[in-house]
T-cell receptor, first 110, second 114 residues
Framework: DGGITQSPKYLFRKEGQNVTLSCEQN?????MYWYRQDPGQGLRLIYY???????QKGDIAEGYSVSREKKESFPLTVTSAQKNPTAFYLC?????????FGPGTRLTVT | AQSVTQPDIHITVSEGASLELRCNYS??????LFWYVQSPGQGLQLLLK??????LVQGIKGFEAEFKRSQSSFNLRKPSVHWSDAAEYFC????????????FGAGTRLAVHP
């Protein structure tokens, strides 16, 4: 089945630790995206990548980093510099103007 | 500033009743328009999209939406709601061209009474 997978579904970390969220797609899409979702705020773009080995900051990139070494993979690292990392993180991939979303990872930092 | 507004945070309807979820956008040009649905703890599923042409678009699960340029609106409708439609609904726009950045509304949470 074609689709987007994110792992793990739930992730718990202590404050001060970096954590990496996985996103894999087998839709052969060039573009991939990371969004953060907080209650009542919709989705906000963290980073996006239109092609392998290239990525750009979105609206809320501070405290996050990404890499795009393979077309299929776009991991997101939440660093200790992110002041409020507890959130639901959604990965998407796109063809043209359409984006397709993964199931999300809920990160809780205590 | 470019924005998407969903005026209703929560809506409750009875099963079998009709539904309309509102969405307004503020852009100079006509953007590409989308409606997504999200069940609790899940990702987003694309319901329907408008790029150009016929202003009434049909989507999955019996949903439709109408683009009204004069009102900068793209409201989502369903003639008869099912209990399984309870979810959160997001309107989103993309400026034509560029890198396809999706701008989301804050969402409308739909509850369905039996």
């Amino acid at each position: 089945d074609g689709g987007i997978t994110q792992s793990p579904k739930y992730l718990f970390r202590k404050e001060g630790q970096n954590v990496t969220l996985s996103c894999e797609q087998n839709l052969n899409h060039d573009a991939m995206y990371w969004y953060r979702q907080d209650p009542g705020q919709g989705l906000r773009l963290i980073y996006y990548s239109q092609i392998v080995n290239d990525f750009q900051k979105g609206d809320i990139a501070e405290g996050y980093s990404v890499s795009r070494e393979k077309k299929e993979s776009f991991p997101l690292t939440v660093t200790s510099a992110q002041k409020n990392p507890t959130a639901f993180y959604l990965c998407a991939s796109g063809s043209g103007s359409e984006q397709y979303f993964g199931p999300g990872t809920r990160l809780t930092v205590t | 500033a470019q924005s998407v507004t969903q005026p209703d945070i929560h809506i409750t309807v009875s099963e079998g009743a009709s539904l309309e979820l509102r969405c307004n956008y503020s852009y100079g040009a006509t953007p590409y328009l989308f409606w997504y649905v999200q069940s609790p703890g899940q990702g987003l599923q694309l319901l329907l999209k408008y790029f150009s042409g016929d202003t009434l678009v049909q989507g999955i699960k019996g949903f439709e939406a109408e683009f009204k340029r004069s009102q900068s609106s793209f409201n989502l409708r369903k003639p008869s709601v099912h209990w399984s439609d309870a979810a959160e609904y997001f309107c989103a726009v993309v400026l034509s061209g560029g890198y396809n950045k999706l701008i989301f509304g804050a969402g409308t949470r739909l509850a369905v009474h039996p």
